[in-house]
């Protein structure tokens, strides 16, 4: 049985971050090649976090349709006769099937590839106490980096990616900058609701290394001592 809202213990300074998730970026005519394989498991991390209560803010890209807030090296795709990419209202823009914004939830709209340039994210998250951010989506070079240098830069004090819930255009590009070691890097390994409890996902978070350091996220049992989701095995990296 699933786990009811806010019941899996002490999340309520932790925020899950899902970026680009529409349709034109996985599926549409700028797809991310990877995008698709992980939609399961990003479908999976948002019904956890609603069950623990987790913030869940969704991150999208809603561009005017004559492209007058778009980077200048996509202004290209709203050209005349061109597909207007993620312009606002398209179903391009819209997320994919699986994926449904809550009551609960918040929406935020970005144009460019960080989540805090020019929006009002970081307010948003400093008013609700968020000291931790998770983060899913595409893709991994752009989008889910320039978040995860910006959210570092602004002292949040854990910064994790979950690495099979975001994509790059190829596993390569994808593995090598995970490897960079901005942020924590887990492994979703939550298989289905009957694992939920088992998982330890959801649980009192335990975090541990810093900044620098690399994270695979495993199961760990309910009954194991300081059992929790975020317990983890870790490779350090030295750089700047």
């Avoid at 993620?86 to 099937?97: T, Y």
């Avoid at 609700?128 to 595409?138: E, K, P, R, Y």
């Amino acid at each position: 049985m699933a786990l009811e809202y806010g019941a899996c213990g002490k999340w309520k300074n932790v925020a899950l971050l899902v970026i680009d998730m529409q349709k034109d970026f996985i599926s549409g005519p700028v797809k991310v090649e990877g995008g698709q394989d992980i939609v399961p498991n990003v479908i999976k991390a948002v019904e956890v976090a609603r069950n623990c209560g987790i913030h869940i803010v969704w991150v999208v890209r809603e561009h005017d349709p004559l492209g007058r807030d778009v980077e200048l090296f996509r202004r290209h795709f709203y050209a005349d006769n061109k597909t207007k990419v993620a312009s606002k209202g398209s179903v391009g823009a819209e997320l994919v099937d699986g994926l449904v914004i809550t009551e609960d939830d918040y929406k935020l709209v970005k144009t460019r590839f960080s989540a805090f340039l020019n929006t009002h994210l970081h307010s948003y998250l400093q008013t609700n106490g968020i000291t931790d951010l998770v983060i899913t989506g595409v893709q991994t070079p752009n989008c889910i980096r320039q978040t995860v240098f910006d959210a570092v830069s602004l002292d949040y004090k854990h910064v994790s990616v979950i690495t099979d819930a975001t994509a790059a255009a190829t596993p390569d590009v994808h593995n090598e900058l995970t490897k960079s070691g901005i942020a924590n890097q887990q492994k979703l390994v939550l298989d289905d609701h009957k694992n939920q409890q088992e998982s330890g996902f959801g649980q009192e978070p335990s975090y541990s290394g810093s900044h620098n350091s690399i994270t695979r996220l495993k199961r760990v049992p309910r009954s194991t001592e300081k059992s929790s989701c975020w317990q983890s095995q870790q490779k350090h990296f030295h750089g700047p």
